[in-house]
């Protein structure tokens, strides 16, 4: 196998991308990772003013992340279109507990906002980035990817969408290496993969706005805590159950948060990292302040497989 080259990835996507679209409009929906802000530079690249850059503010996303995507994409000429819905998710989400169903909803009201979006912009196109494990995930049935439609039955013309997918024979490392010579920040290349439904993934059980906002809060404290190179992903988990705390001397059913870090080259397979017992007190202890009604932190040592990275 030939030895995978950025540049020549450019060059054939950027060509792809004006060959497909020619003299139309497209859209790409863009969260601020690494791999849909790929999509919309070479998108940029290849059609320029034709492209709408667009971001779904669900409610789900980490701390000022709408302003932050908005701008970064402005230093390089990208206006973001933002458009805030967080209201339309959590009524779909709400009452739901199964992994599966809170992913499908979650999907469903995704591609609903984007086929508004479509026709409200008059595009003709919805360039996503979509890569290739998320494509190997669902076709196994380990779980729904959001942005995985034709590969699992569901025609994207049922949302009114053509749909390009640039990315989708890479792997995670292949796009930070197309990130990294396209000249994004360190920042952006080296980010740490975040799921596309966000904070939804990261709460067991109904998904609600007080319970986000706990994972919010606790989402900023991992990250700002571990942020090594080797660290592929780190981050909190919420889960459904209660545990008996004491708090002031006092009998208390609070809630339990596990912290989750792995280390992986293509996300198919993970290992989870070994950190100092005097870093991961001074994560429990940030959450046990930070975060209401916090009661238990746990270290998750499990390796994909069998268990996936994310917990839904």
């Known amino acids: ?110 591609y609903k906002i984007l086929s508004q979006a479509v026709r409200s912009y008059s595009v003709d196109f919805l360039i996503q980035g979509t890569i290739a494990a998320d494509i190997v995930e669902t076709q196994k049935g380990i779980k729904t990817q959001h942005n995985v439609l034709s590969q699992i039955g569901v025609n994207p013309a049922f949302y009114g969408l053509t749909i390009i997918e640039p990315l989708r024979e890479l792997y995670k490392n292949q796009v930070r290496q197309v990130a990294k010579v396209l000249g994004l920040p360190k920042k952006i290349y080296d980010r740490k993969p975040f799921p596309g439904p966000g904070l939804a993934t990261r709460v067991i059980g109904e998904v609600t706005r007080d319970r986000v906002e706990k994972i919010r809060i606790a989402t900023k404290i991992v990250e700002e805590e571990l942020i090594e190179k080797n660290i592929f992903q780190a981050f909190p988990v919420l889960f459904s159950d209660k545990a008996t705390g004491i708090v002031d001397g006092k009998r208390l059913l609070g809630d339990i948060i596990a912290i989750r870090a792995v280390k992986s080259e293509d996300a198919l397979t993970a290992q989870p990292v070994k950190i100092l017992w005097k870093r991961l007190y001074k994560i429990r202890d940030r959450i046990l302040k930070e975060v209401p009604g916090v009661v238990k932190v746990l270290y998750d040592i499990t390796p994909k497989p069998p268990s996936t990275i994310e917990y839904i």
């Open 1 to 110: 196998m030939a030895k995978f080259s950025p540049k020549k990835f450019i060059k054939e996507s950027v060509n792809e991308l004006r060959k497909k679209i020619k003299d139309k409009r497209a859209l790409v929906a863009t969260s601020g990772g690494v791999d849909s802000t790929v999509c919309a530079i070479l998108s940029k690249m290849a059609i320029g003013d034709k492209l709408v850059v667009f971001f779904i503010d669900d409610g789900l996303m980490r701390e000022k992340e709408p302003e932050q995507v908005r701008d970064f994409l402005a230093t390089k000429g990208i206006n973001l279109e933002i458009w805030n819905v967080e209201d339309t998710f959590f009524e779909a989400l709400k009452g739901k507990t199964d992994p599966e169903e809170k992913r499908k909803a979650f999907r469903d009201t995704f």
